[in-house]
């Protein structure tokens, strides 16, 4: 198991910034690949962006890129989610998450392709 606790979320303004953090525990943190995804209010969750093992590879999916950044620190079993420029239409819960991978490039970026979920942190960005 994979125990994964979130934090950093809150109300921000929009042009502002957020940084998420996501604390990993009960396994070996480097055999996964990480990611974060986000659901609104009425809307199905959605993938944001993932980093591979090596923490070499990322990807984010294209209405956060140039504003959201994605890395890891293997040393403090933490993957850290910095976000910029915040928009109202970011508002959502995030969700941190991990996927057993075989290989230490890839990126996840599918909803089934991760094995665990932290419960989540609210991001609200006012107008």
């Known amino acids: 198991q994979v125990q994964l606790v979130e934090s950093g979320g809150g109300l921000v303004q929009a042009g502002g910034s957020l940084r998420l953090s996501c604390a990993a525990s009960g396994r070996t943190f480097s055999n996964y690949a990480m990611g974060w995804f986000r659901q609104a209010p009425g809307k199905e969750r959605e993938f944001v962006a993932g980093i591979s093992r090596s923490g070499a590879n990322t990807y984010l999916t294209d209405s956060v890129k140039g504003r959201f950044t994605l890395s890891r620190d293997s040393a403090k079993n933490t993957v850290t989610l910095q976000m910029s420029s915040l928009k109202p239409e970011d508002t959502a819960v995030y969700y941190c998450?991990?996927?057993?991978?075989?290989?230490?490039?890839?990126?996840?970026?599918?909803?089934?392709?991760?094995?665990?979920w932290g419960q989540g942190t609210q991001v609200t960005v006012s107008s």
């Open positions: 998450t991990a996927g057993a991978s075989y290989y230490v490039s890839t990126v996840y970026t599918k909803n089934n392709e991760y094995d665990y």
